[in-house]
């Protein structure tokens, strides 16, 4: 077990030094940014001074290695527009989209589990064709016209949420968290269903072929001939062997939810990493958008590995090595 870890943590590391070359080399291809920072009436001497100034006068190999070097030693450079490292940049947004990942992930378990295993042991009843209908709806409906409909009936029709912004926040461990506070709740459920919408889709519909596949099982009947409860078989034999799947895809989609929460974070305003991004890449803030993408990187690599040990603790009949890999 303890080889198979540092094997995948070797694997880790090399994915990792693969995706600095794909962002730096796709940093150099989107445009220059002196021509956003620099005004079209500066004298050619102030333009050098400052494409010199960012480094950008170097050859292509030297900016890599200098990135390289400023990551090992966590210094993605100094953003543009705030005039601060960009990790800090970064770091200040982070507890705010991962409060509200958590939300998200938390909501569409919450409700796709249930929904699923309901839908997964009376598949033909007229409340599980509604279930797998609401489904199908989630997985079709763009998430801005969802948000924007959240906004439209809950805010502005209801009064009962406010539409936007984070609310009242309490501070632990240095941190600024919104979940603590009643105004921070209410700031975060709109948005947090907004973006568990596909996810709890995607769960309720894996769980439930994962009921229909584990219910013919011979151990299942033989639990059910041993004269255990329906309620024991259930929770027992089927849901736990139904939860292997649903770990590693609640896992992965983890990393999604904190990587594409952007629309959702622009329509609720919600101050995090997804509506900084959009405004660096607005800016073209490179030592933002790079900071932002490794953190994004390092998050998957880091999900890919604990999913992968869940899924032996889960099933020891996976050895660790053959485990699932992306």
């Given at each position: 077990m303890f080889a198979s870890i540092l094997q995948r943590i070797g694997q880790a590391?090399?994915?990792?030094?693969?995706?600095?070359?794909?962002?730096?080399?796709?940093?150099?291809?989107?445009g220059n940014p002196i021509d956003l920072l620099i005004s079209p009436s500066a004298t050619p001497a102030e333009r050098t001074r400052l494409i010199a100034e960012f480094g950008l006068d170097q050859p292509i190999w030297v900016q890599y290695w200098r990135f390289l070097v400023g990551l090992v030693q966590l210094d993605l450079g100094t953003s543009y527009i705030f005039n601060e490292p960009a990790l800090r940049v970064i770091m200040q947004r982070f507890p705010a989209t991962m409060e509200l990942a958590l939300a998200a992930t938390f909501?569409?378990?919450?409700?796709?589990?249930?929904?699923?295993?309901?839908?997964?042991?009376?598949?033909?009843?007229?409340v599980s064709r509604i279930i797998m209908t609401g489904s199908i709806l989630g997985f079709s409906l763009p998430t801005f016209?969802?948000?924007?409909?959240?906004?439209?009936?809950?805010s502005v029709q209801l009064g009962w949420l406010p539409s936007g912004g984070r609310g009242e926040t309490v501070r632990v461990l240095g941190v600024q968290w919104s979940f603590l506070t009643l105004d921070g709740l209410s700031h975060m459920l709109l948005p947090a269903l907004n973006l568990a919408l596909f996810k709890a889709s995607l769960i309720l519909r894996l769980t439930r072929a994962?009921?229909?596949?584990?219910l013919p099982q011979d151990y299942v009947r033989l639990a059910h001939a041993k004269g255990l409860s329906a309620r024991r078989v259930v929770f027992v034999h089927v849901l736990k062997n139904v939860m292997i799947p649903v770990v590693t895809v609640v896992g992965l989609e983890f990393g999604s939810v904190?990587?594409?929460s952007v629309v959702t974070e622009t329509i609720f305003a919600w101050p995090g990493m997804g509506?900084?991004?959009?405004?660096?890449?607005?800016?073209?803030?490179?030592?933002?958008?790079v900071a932002y993408l490794m953190i994004i990187v390092l998050l998957f690599v880091?999900?890919?590995?604990?999913?992968?040990?869940?899924?032996?603790v889960l099933d020891p009949r996976v050895q660790f090595s053959k485990a699932r890999t992306s």
């Open positions: 590391v090399f994915v990792m030094f693969c995706m600095t070359i794909v962002i730096f080399i796709g940093m150099n291809l989107i909501l569409s378990v919450l409700i796709g589990v249930p929904l699923g295993l309901y839908a997964g042991l009376r598949p033909y009843s007229p016209w969802v948000g924007m409909m959240l906004i439209l009936a809950f994962g009921v229909a596949e584990v904190i990587a594409f509506k900084l991004i959009i405004d660096s890449i607005n800016n073209l803030d490179r030592p933002i958008i880091t999900i890919n590995l604990v999913v992968d040990i869940l899924y032996t």
